[in-house]
């Protein structure tokens, strides 16, 4: 790994100062440690993320990587600019889910895991948003949307576009 540039912290130097606020340190580390590989990796945990915080914190890749694909806010695979995750889980699922689902693939073109084609947006269908008093649960860019409906979609669709 490189040396960090003056005034910058290197992974390795977080994950241990992110370390000792955990008393089990090791593996209590273990999902901030991932985030922060996540966000210094380009948003997903590509094989050399894995690697980076198996060395921070002592464990091996493949235990990082049983962590990291339990939880659905850790990336496996690059992903676009901007994330739209559509819960669906029974609560959401209830209310119609899988409609909103449907009418995010139809308004950008991509089934659930899929990047448009000019890489600006991945859409994924989650397990649970946590959100069960307010369903269908959308999180945009990690901001949660609650009680949308298939007719929000394109509104939903058009503001993330507008920002880039």
Known sequence: MPAPKRGMTSF????????????????????????????????WLSRRAF?????????????????????DMLHLDPVGAHTI???TNVCCGLVNAQAVLDA????????????????AITLRAVEC?????TPTIVAVDHRYRQSVTPEDV???????????
């Open 12 to 43: 390795y130097d977080e994950v241990q100062e992110i370390r000792t606020r955990y008393p089990e340190g090791t593996r209590s580390a273990i999902l901030p440690a991932l985030r922060l590989a996540q966000e210094r990796h380009g948003g």
């Open 154 to 164: 394109a509104a939903i669709v058009e503001e993330l576009r507008e920002r880039e």
């Open 85 to 87: 995750e559509v819960c």
């Open 104 to 119: 995010f693939e139809r308004e950008l073109g991509v089934g659930p895991g899929e990047t448009t084609e000019d890489g």
């Open 51 to 71: 690697e980076e915080v198996a060395d921070a914190l002592d464990l091996t890749p493949a235990y990082c990587y049983s962590i990291a694909s339990f939880y």
């Open 129 to 133: 948003l946590g959100g069960c008093s």
